[in-house]
C-alpha cells in the first residue's frame, strides 16, 4: 500500500463492463521529504469506489490487494492494479521518539 494525492480524474467512453460505475482517478505518490509529505513524481491510475476527490490523501492498494477493495465474489475477475482503499484523515508519526499526529486537508 501506498499513500497518495488524487490529482486527477481519467475519463473512458469505454471500458470493461466489471469497472463500470466506478472512478479511475490519478494519485500522485507522495514520499517522504524531511518532516513533509511531497509527490515523488510518479503518478498512477487507481480505481475508487469509496468516493476519493481531488485534493484528498488516500491509500491505494496493489494487485490482489487491489482487486479485495471492490465487493467478493465478483472481486476475482475485476481488472484493476491499483484501487483506492482509504480517504486519509490524519498519520500518526514518530519525531524524536514522541508519535506526532499529522492531520490531513
Known amino acids: 500500500m501506498m499513500l497518495g494525492r488524487v490529482v486527477g480524474e481519467v475519463w473512458a467512453t469505454r471500458k470493461n463492463p466489471r469497472i463500470e460505475g466506478r472512478k479511475a482517478l490519478l494519485v500522485a505518490v ?3 521529504d524531511g518532516e513533509k509529505r511531497t509527490p515523488t513524481g510518479e503518478v ?3 480505481f475508487d469506489s469509496i468516493g476519493a476527490r481531488i ?3 488516500v491509500a491505494v492498494a496493489w ?3 487491489a482487486r479485495a477493495v471492490f465487493a467478493a465474489p465478483d472481486n476475482r475477475w475485476t481488472l484493476v492494479d491499483a484501487a ?3 480517504i486519509v484523515d490524519a498519520v500518526l508519526v514518530e519525531k524524536d521518539g514522541k508519535e506526532v499526529e499529522e492531520r490531513e486537508d
Request: charged share 5%; no cysteine.
Open 30 to 32: 507522495l514520499g517522504q
Open 44 to 46: 498512477v491510475v487507481a
Open 55 to 57: 485534493g484528498h490523501t
Open 63 to 65: 494487485g490482489s490487494g
Open 84 to 86: 483506492v482503499a482509504r
